[in-house]
């Protein structure tokens, strides 16, 4: 029922409206005219205002509009700055009414360079003879950023044309200087566009001429100095002569000097690095060079010795690995590895290795294997040693024996040797060694110190040996001594040598042999009687021996000849060692001969003892018989007197003034009674 | 330094009425021995009529005195002959004896 009674009333109402919309893109670069259309409803009164704002601030006011209901077109180009744009339109009648419409101006840069020269076209890159007329032409378009023109490290800012304050297809001409030869390089530069223009300076064509060649040999060492010469033809009257060198490839100017039709040396002192050398003169105005090439060629030493043991025991407080280092002729560093660690580095005091030669000495402190490496870097050289730093459980064993003095003696004489057994487990033994003979002589106690011993020469003469030993390390040690032979033979006879014929006599001799180890023969008449022996010791030292025969009979025709030889002994002259005695025997004795034979005659005066004598002070003549008298005469005679008067007074002793060669006179003893 | 020496063992004896007998120690010192003769010592100013040596010398040499020139002379056997030594391996000392006769050189 309340439907029913629902009144409905239609009531007609006016709405005001502006509608924007893009007829172009809302988005362009610089100086594109960005398109719009506008139209309103419901709006008589008043008119329309459209602006172009850039934030909140006005930049562009359209003329008044009449409101309008059909699509009206607005044309507004767009100017820097870039970004954003709002188009904003309101009715005049009520500012509420309005509407906007967003676009935006985007940047589009461009920028082309190239030379001019002599107002034509040339390229980026140029060579132009100094004075010519060349200037970079720029076209910038699309950007409302300065340019930026470097030339020779300077940059010089151009901004865009105000108004419209942007680069719009515009050409830029700037001009460049020639007036000073070389190469120039310069940058163009906008926003994010570089362009980049070579120009290359060079003079006037000219006949001028530069010479340039080694003074010797082209192949240097370092510190060598390289030395070339230089001269000049047909140079202009300003012209200036740059000398130089390129040293691996870097060029580095010597001086400036005024041109020489004659040769004129220049030179430069060789530095590492090795390479090439390039020795050039040049003429400046003329902008000619002329090089001469050559080569840093150093010959390289370098070597590495051991100069101390390879091994030491680490007990020792002062043992270390000493090493002597030369080098000469490289730059590069020597290093030193330990096992493949580095652990030393050399560099050269200047510039490189100049002949230079030191000592380096390292001590490990631990027992081990040491690998030591020196390396000169870069030269493809190397040392490598191997040495070893030994602890002290692994002493060797050794024995030594020497001689204390002489080596060389006779038989019977001592010599003398030491021994000295270190590090070892057991005691040494010397062994005399002559052939297949092997006599113990010694132990020696393995206690580290020497031990002096005598050794007593022995048969055979020649050389002999002393083994040192010890066998349970299985050392020997050796040394050479020689036993020599020094023959002496001394006879003395116990019984007179003269004497009465047909009367027995026991022939007894002392024999004193010394330094041989040969037997003694005993002849008589020529007839071997008797060999005798050395003592068990094999050789006579000092020997006194008593030798006797059967008694004999001599006659005075015939004296009896003993002989005594040294088998095979030969004295310094070569002669045999012998000894010969001759027993005469006389005839037609006195009547009393055999009286005087038997009688002993003491010197002495009667009233007179002699006292207890510390030394001989009288004389006592000793005969083996007792002689009696009563009276004893002296005579002396000549040799050719004696015998006449002995055969005729029967003088008892014949005393000659010689013990073995020819007497010259006799001292004759004789006893009785008167002379006369 | 003479490489020989002489001294003294006993004084004169005197024997008789003309001589003496005077028993002196000769030593020669290898070591300076080169050879050459030996004087003798005069007795009042005369010579000895007889000189002997014992004997102490070794074998193979033997000395002689020689009554003109008065002087002594050690001799080796060199297996021929007799000569005068000019080297002895040891040093000697022997005695001699000495005859002088007094009353001829008074």
């Known amino acids: 029922m309340l439907l029913e009674r629902t009144e409905y009333v239609v009531i007609a109402t006016l709405q005001p409206a502006i509608t924007l919309e893009w007829v172009s893109t809302s988005s362009d670069t610089f100086g594109t005219s960005a398109v719009f259309r506008w139209r309103t409803r419901d709006i008589s009164t008043g008119h329309i205002v459209i602006q172009i704002l850039r934030g909140n601030t006005v930049v562009y006011t359209f003329p008044n509009r009449t409101p309008n209901t059909d699509w009206v077109e607005e044309t507004w180009v767009r100017v820097p700055p870039r970004g954003s744009f709002t188009i904003y339109a309101y009715w005049s009648g009520d500012p509420t009414i309005n509407a906007s419409l967003t676009g935006s101006i985007v940047a589009n840069p461009m920028l082309s360079a190239i030379w001019y020269v002599n107002n034509a076209p040339a390229g980026t890159d140029i060579t132009v003879e100094r004075g010519t007329f060349v200037f970079a032409r720029l076209t910038l378009h699309g950007s409302d950023q300065p340019l930026f023109w470097i030339a020779s490290g300077v940059a010089v800012l151009y901004n865009p044309p105000s108004p419209p304050g942007y680069w719009d297809n515009y050409i830029l001409d700037i001009p460049v200087n020639t007036t000073i030869l070389g190469t120039y390089d310069f940058t163009a530069i906008l926003e994010n566009i570089a362009r980049y223009l070579r120009m290359v300076v060079v003079a006037d064509t000219s006949n001028a001429q530069v010479e340039v060649e080694w003074s010797g040999g082209n192949v240097f060492r370092y510190g060598q100095l390289a030395q070339a010469r230089w001269r000049t033809r047909d140079t202009d009257i300003s012209e200036q002569v740059e000398l130089f060198y390129i040293h691996n490839g870097t060029r580095h100017v010597l001086g400036t000097v005024a041109p020489s039709t004659t040769w004129q040396p220049f030179s430069w002192s060789v530095i590492p690095p090795r390479g090439s050398l390039v020795m050039g003169a040049k003429l400046l105005i003329a902008d000619r060079e002329a090089v001469v090439a050559g080569t840093i060629a150093p010959d390289v030493e370098f070597n590495v010795r051991l100069t101390s043991s390879s091994s030491f025991f680490l007990s020792d407080p002062t043992a270390q690995f000493v090493f002597n280092i030369s080098v000469n002729q490289s730059e590069h560093p020597i290093r030193v590895y330990r096992n493949g660690t580095l652990i030393q580095s050399f560099t050269p005091s200047g510039a490189w290795w100049d002949s230079q030669l030191f000592t380096w000495s390292d001590r490990p402190s631990a027992v081990g294997i040491y690998v030591y490496r020196f390396v000169l870097e870069n030269e493809n050289r190397e040392f490598s040693f191997t040495t070893q730093v030994l602890g002290d459980s692994v002493l060797s064993p050794s024995v030594e024996i020497e001689w204390v003095g002489a080596n060389t003696a006779v038989f019977g004489d001592y010599l003398y040797y030491r021994v000295r057994v270190t590090n070892s487990v057991s005691s040494a033994q010397v062994y005399y060694v002559r052939g297949s003979t092997e006599l113990l002589l010694q132990t020696v106690p393995n206690d580290g110190n020497w031990h002096t011993y005598p050794f007593r020469v022995r048969p055979p003469r020649g050389t002999f040996a002393l083994y040192a030993r010890v066998t349970a390390h299985n050392l020997l040690e050796i040394i050479e001594g020689t036993a020599q032979a020094q023959p002496r033979l001394r006879v003395e006879p116990q019984f007179p040598l003269y004497m009465p014929e047909n009367i027995p006599f026991r022939p007894e001799f002392l024999i004193f042999v010394h330094g041989s180890d040969r037997d003694v023969l005993i002849y ?130 014949l005393i000659s003034d010689t013990r073995r060669m020819p007497a010259r006179r006799y001292l004759v003893i004789e006893t009785g009674g008167s002379r006369e | 330094m003479n490489f020989y020496r002489w001294r003294i063992l006993t004084g004169p004896i005197l024997f008789g009425l003309q001589a003496v007998f005077i028993l002196r120690g000769l030593r020669i010192d290898h070591t300076l021995f080169t050879g050459g003769a030996i004087p003798v010592p005069l007795f009042r100013g005369v010579r000895p009529v007889y000189v002997a040596v014992d004997s102490a010398l070794p074998a193979g040499y033997d000395i002689q005195y020689d009554y003109d020139a008065g002087t002594l002379t050690l001799y080796r056997w060199n297996g021929t002959d007799w000569v005068p030594a000019n080297s002895i391996t040891d040093t000697l000392n022997l005695r001699v004896l000495f005859i002088y006769e007094t009353m001829r050189a008074s």
């Open chain 1, 524 to 653: 008589e008449n020529g007839a071997l009687l008797e060999r005798l022996t050395p003592p068990n010791d094999g050789y006579w030292y000092n020997s006194s021996y008593s030798w006797y025969y059967i008694d004999r009979v001599g006659t005075a025709e015939r004296p009896i000849i003993y002989e005594f030889y040294l088998e095979n002994e030969r004295d310094a002259n070569n002669q045999p060692i012998m000894v010969r005695v001759v027993v005469n025997f006389y005839r037609e004795r006195q009547s009393d001969a055999l009286l005087l034979e038997r009688t002993e005659f003491v010197a002495l005066s009667a009233s007179e003892e002699p006292p207890e004598p510390s030394e001989d002070s009288y004389v006592r003549l000793f005969f083996v018989y007792k002689l009696y008298g009563t009276a004893v005469y002296f005579h002396v005679m000549g040799y050719s007197a004696v015998a006449s008067y002995h055969r005729r007074t029967g003088a008892s002793f």
